[in-house]
């Protein structure tokens, strides 16, 4: 869905796309509240998760088109550290309310907030930003390229999410991914020959956009076992709250927060490369730090912990979105802030995949505790996260 609010903003304007995911997220949640029954709240929960991915694409676009590449890392820091921090947010006052009035509330309380937001959009929002950059290299939606890109994203993270659940050898996971395969393989064929037309000619040319791409999947398949196993290892392990996990929780996002503010500053003032390299590392300490707990952790070792690591990804995250966009034409904004987007979330899936495969070989080996398990995939993720800054590492030809 990424790829086509950002192919439909880069040639009709930023505005409608950006309001479009708003009307559709806000009609989602007021529908959700009104159900007393769970088939229709899942299937509600399709549009929703649509409109929150356009939005989550389009937002670091609009701020990489109205801000110049001097400052545009601070922009993006900010941008990126409010959004994570805001999630966090939405999370724990959802929780409140959920607990104090009913689970409803959760949804009644975001309908004035995209209002709001949506108001804010409409009459702020105007001028030559909202408006198309002129692109002579096409002027039409590429609906058919767009719905091929979506089916082979889409069919690869369902293989992904089988074959975790199946077994990589099971059949099903393998006929998707050979599906995926072909697809892919039609679709870049449509591509050389002009047919399709979603992603710009000279994509993977714009500086920094490969490394900054794959950096962002790796890291995202590394730090994302904060949020898959580090609950289970509180609560299961440490013998800690829901409440104390929040808190940890909460920490992390607040450190993401200075982390992506600071590394946007200073992007704009040393480089994206070397400023994304450092978070890289910064997480990977994080990620081995917190994997070496062992079975009895003191509550200080953990807070330090969770602080390194939200600060090292909020670095990464601030950086590399700089890194990638920086030098982007503005015609082209959306489909590469959209290639971001999609990295990050297939990235989820298959950090997921990956990190139950690996828990359960560990685990089926004999006398092999959690504990155990959750320090060798740490491990793992931690050198994953090393690489995701190597591949941006290059001889210094320039600011990014």
Same mark, same amino acid.
């Given at each position: ?18 309001g479009a995911g708003i009307i559709l997220y806000t009609i989602a949640v007021g529908l959700i509240s009104l159900q007393d029954s769970l088939n229709p709240i899942v299937l509600l929960r399709i549009p929703q998760g649509i409109g929150v991915a356009i939005l989550f694409t ?16 601070? &922009? #993006?820091?900010? +941008? @990126?550290?409010?959004?994570?921090? *805001? =999630? !966090? /947010? ?25 209002? &709001? #937001?949506?108001? +804010? @959009?409409?009459?702020?929002?105007? *001028? =030559? !930003? /909202? ?26 993270? #369902?293989?992904?999410? @089988? ?35 979603? #992603?710009?000619?000279? @994509? ?197």
């Open positions: 869905m990424g790829f086509i609010a950002g192919g439909i903003s880069d040639r009709f304007g930023i505005k409608w796309p950006l389009l937002a670091p676009a609009l701020v990489s088109r109205a801000v110049g590449q001097d400052h545009k890392g601070l &922009a #993006l820091g900010v +941008t @990126l550290g409010s959004m994570g921090l *805001g =999630t !966090l /947010a939405g999370t724990l006052v959802g929780g409140y309310l959920g607990q104090e009035i009913g689970w409803p509330a959760i949804f009644w309380a975001r309908i004035p907030i995209s209002i &709001a #937001l949506l108001l +804010t @959009l409409v009459f702020a929002l105007n *001028g =030559t !930003l /909202a408006k198309p950059v002129e692109n002579r290299e096409t002027q039409s939606f590429d609906l058919y390229g767009s719905i091929v890109l979506f089916a082979t994203l889409f069919i690869f993270v #369902l293989s992904v999410s @089988l074959a975790r659940v199946e077994g990589w050898l099971s059949p099903l996971p393998i006929t998707l991914f050979w599906v995926t395969i072909i697809l892919g393989w039609l679709f870049s064929i449509a591509r050389k020959r002009k047919q399709f037309t979603i #992603l710009p000619d000279g @994509l993977s040319s714009f500086p920094g956009f490969k490394s900054g791409a794959l950096s962002n999947l790796l890291l995202t398949i590394a730090s994302f076992v904060m949020w898959f196993l580090f609950p289970f290892y509180v609560a299961d392990v440490m013998g800690r709250s829901v409440f104390t996990l929040g808190a940890l929780l909460a920490l992390m996002a607040g450190m993401n927060f200075a982390g992506a503010a600071i590394a946007g500053w200073l992007s704009d003032q040393i480089g994206d490369r070397t400023v994304t390299f450092t978070g890289t590392v910064i997480t990977s300490i994080g990620l081995v730090f917190i994997g070496s707990g062992g079975a009895n952790p003191t509550m200080t070792y953990i807070l330090t912990a969770t602080t390194v690591i939200g600060l090292g990804f909020g670095i990464h995250q601030a950086a590399v979105y700089a890194l990638t966009l920086r030098k982007v034409p503005s015609q082209h904004s959306g489909v590469t802030s959209a290639a971001l987007t999609v990295s990050q979330t297939i990235g989820t899936v298959i950090s997921i995949a990956i990190m139950t495969s690996i828990i359960n070989w560990r685990l089926s080996i004999p006398e092999t505790s959690f504990v155990e398990a959750y320090k060798f995939a740490h491990f793992i993720v931690a050198l994953v996260a090393i690489i995701a800054g190597l591949i941006v590492i290059k001889p210094k030809t320039g600011r990014v």
